[in-house]
């Protein structure tokens, strides 16, 4: 009778305990939830103060004109009109070359690469870093590498070379990710049937795999596009009063078109650089919305 007693006292015990853990668990959680709730209320308050005030700034002098007109030194006749066209060229060359480059590269790695090996392992870190390198750094690359030794000169070609470099490592580790979620059973089936591993990656891999690899790739693009500092260093002008004909041309972009107006003395230059920036949230938003559209028609 004693033994029982005391195993019913230690019972009674363990479930005060464990009531008393429960609800010390349970304010944790509270204290975290509240904690991180006010982190991106923070967040998301500081961007709707900055788009209140880029809005408020820029809006007045957004029109038609501003879009087709090129720069000026005259802010009432001032436009964004090469810088626009700037922006179109590089982001398209940017992704012609890093999007095959990038998902090709995963493909690589991930399908066909043994990934026991030291050459591989050591590449796979590599690029992993390489995503963690600071954006001037890659600029300096360029210069190096397309402006000088190859020839490019300052041109789009160079420009867009050197944002490719910057986005691969992000499109290659989101496309691997995109290739490891696709479950072994759709490749095993596909080999089943008699299908080559080539066309078992183009037919059933891919298509799985492509709203991710496409998610990585939104992301990657909207970094270049807002990218400045890399162009700066390969040579892009703050002041471009024609527009590029060829990649070979000269070039400046949306993002060092706003800086050169930002470190102009007259306040109607602030306001002009507003309007700069809601012309590339348009145009960031606009091709997000595409890549998003794509996406979701390969989810169906």
Request: proline share 4%.
């Amino acid at each position: 009778m004693k033994g029982t007693y005391v195993e019913m006292e230690n019972n009674i015990s363990g479930s005060k305990n464990s009531s008393s853990n429960l609800k010390s668990r349970k304010l944790l959680s509270k204290v975290f939830e509240g904690f991180f709730f006010l982190a991106i209320a923070f967040g998301i308050l500081m961007l709707v103060l900055l788009l209140t005030n880029v809005l408020k700034a820029g809006l007045g002098w957004l029109s038609l004109d501003f879009i087709t007109s090129l720069p000026s030194r005259f802010p009432k006749k001032a436009g964004i009109y090469s810088a626009l066209i700037g922006s179109i060229w590089v982001m398209g060359l940017t992704f012609l070359f890093s999007f095959p480059l990038g998902v090709g590269t995963a493909i690589y790695l991930e399908e066909y690469s043994d990934k026991k090996k030291w050459f591989n392992k050591m590449l796979q870190i590599n690029i992993a870093n390489l995503a963690g390198v600071p954006s001037i750094v890659y600029g300096i690359l360029g210069l190096a590498v397309f402006v000088r030794l190859l020839a490019f000169e300052r041109s789009i070609l160079s420009g867009a070379l050197t944002l490719a470099l910057l986005i691969l490592p992000v499109i290659i580790v989101s496309s691997q990710e995109a290739l490891k979620a696709v479950p072994n059973e759709l490749r095993h089936g596909s080999y089943a049937l008699g299908v080559s591993k080539w066309l078992t990656i183009t037919g059933v891999v891919l298509p799985y795999a492509m709203p991710g690899i496409l998610t990585g790739t939104i992301l990657a693009m909207s970094r270049a596009m807002g990218e400045a500092a890399p162009l700066i260093i390969v040579g892009a002008a703050g002041y471009i009063a024609f527009l590029p004909k060829s990649i070979m041309d000269s070039f400046t972009v949306l993002p060092i078109q706003i800086f050169n107006w930002t470190s102009r003395p007259q306040d109607e230059f602030q306001n002009i650089a507003a309007a700069g920036i809601i012309v590339l949230i348009a145009l960031l938003l606009t091709a997000n919305a595409t890549a998003i559209f794509l996406r979701n028609k390969y989810e169906k």
